[in-house]
């Protein structure tokens, strides 16, 4: 199924129709509605299309944002909520929430220089945050010029592209970028929403992929999914490790071996600037929002009907979009706090 890349994307133009539908089984299936983060989007898409083909069941959508979602769930206007920020322990009470992890990810520096192509840059955790603070104004800066000899940088200035929607992507880079820069962290912190330096805002992974593609001489970050489908150039990173490393399924992979969800209240657990010489810098989890007090006892079932059937047969399909599914194990404690956590009606709704 071909994505499109146009900003607050819906799967609810041929994923879902409002109401009931009859399932494979003959049974009505309840319709489930979700909203929040871009970043998981096109997995999202890839497994709600194949979900409705065994169940009948329809999934509407809309990527507009983690900040989006959280606000969504919060006044209950959707079945569940979608972040790349996990919520704090504190705060998933607060709300009455619960959450779990779906997919591990990474979010990619992209560029658009003329003659560049995917791989053929470099940049230290330092350049990068220097880029995003403006204090690295064009590609022809020596410090950029010492660590890519033999790439033609333009003397041209670098146009910055970043979110402008509260983004659990931004959540994600800006962690990063907190961890790696002392000024940064000081400056500017990290959140889904930050008060950036420099740069023009793109709603959306879809709205800055489309802007750096547009703008030559530009950078941005996007979800790996995001840079592959529209053919983008993505920067080599270097690590925690001092190693340069591409990324891909196997470097985010690296990055969540050292994930102990065991010890992670809530599920919360950030993934950026892990050890480990092959590890991607820039990784993280996407989570799912939930109710623990359902209003719907069918509704509730049908939306951890289908994020089971996701753990159980979505692998493969995250391995192609280059996400790194949950391992078995953890899946396991995420049903047992379905099991614990959700109730309708004063009962539980997955057994």
């Known amino acids: 199924m071909k994505l499109s890349t146009h900003a607050g994307r819906s799967l609810a133009g041929c994923l879902a129709v409002a109401g009931m539908v009859w399932g494979a089984a003959g049974v009505q299936a309840v319709d489930i509605s979700g909203a929040g983060a871009t970043f998981p989007y096109p997995i999202y898409a890839q497994w709600a299309y194949a979900y409705n083909k065994v169940s009948g069941v329809k999934l509407n959508y809309q990527s507009i944002g983690s900040g989006g979602g959280i606000a969504q769930i919060t ?32 979010v990619v520096p992209v560029v658009h220089i003329s003659g560049v192509k995917a791989g053929d840059i470099k940049l230290t955790a330092a350049l990068l945050a220097d880029i995003y ?99 983008m150039s993505w920067v080599q990173m270097e690590n925690k490790s001092g190693k340069w490393v591409s990324p891909s399924l196997e470097s985010f992979a690296a990055a969540a071996d050292h994930a102990d969800w065991s010890k992670a209240p809530g599920f919360y657990l950030m993934l950026t600037d892990q050890p480990g010489e092959d590890t991607w810098p820039i990784s993280g989890a996407t989570f799912i929002l939930f109710h623990k007090q359902q209003a719907s006892a069918d509704t509730a079932l049908e939306v951890l009907k289908f994020f089971d059937w996701c753990y159980q047969n979505g692998a493969a399909t995250a391995k192609k979009l280059d996400y790194v599914p949950i391992p078995a194990n953890v899946t396991k404690v995420v049903r047992e706090s379905w099991a614990k956590n959700v109730r309708a009606g004063g009962k539980p709704v997955w057994r």
């Open 133 to 231: 603070l403006g204090k690295i104004v064009k590609w022809s800066d020596p410090a950029l010029k010492q660590v890519n000899p033999g790439v033609s940088l333009p003397d041209r200035l670098i146009s910055v592209v970043r979110r402008s929607d509260g983004s659990g992507t931004t959540a994600i880079f800006t962690d990063y970028l907190a961890k790696v820069s002392a000024q940064w962290k000081k400056d500017v912190g990290s959140s889904t929403s930050v008060k950036w330096p420099a740069g023009l805002g793109g709603k959306g992974n879809e709205g800055v992929a489309a802007y750096v593609q547009q703008i030559d001489a530009s950078i941005g970050y996007v979800e790996l999914a995001y840079a592959l489908q529209n053919k």
């Open 75 to 106: 006044a209950k206007t959707v079945d569940f909520g979608a972040s790349d920020l996990p919520l704090t322990p504190d705060k998933l009470e607060q709300i009455g929430l619960i959450q779990w992890p779906m997919v591990v990810g990474g």
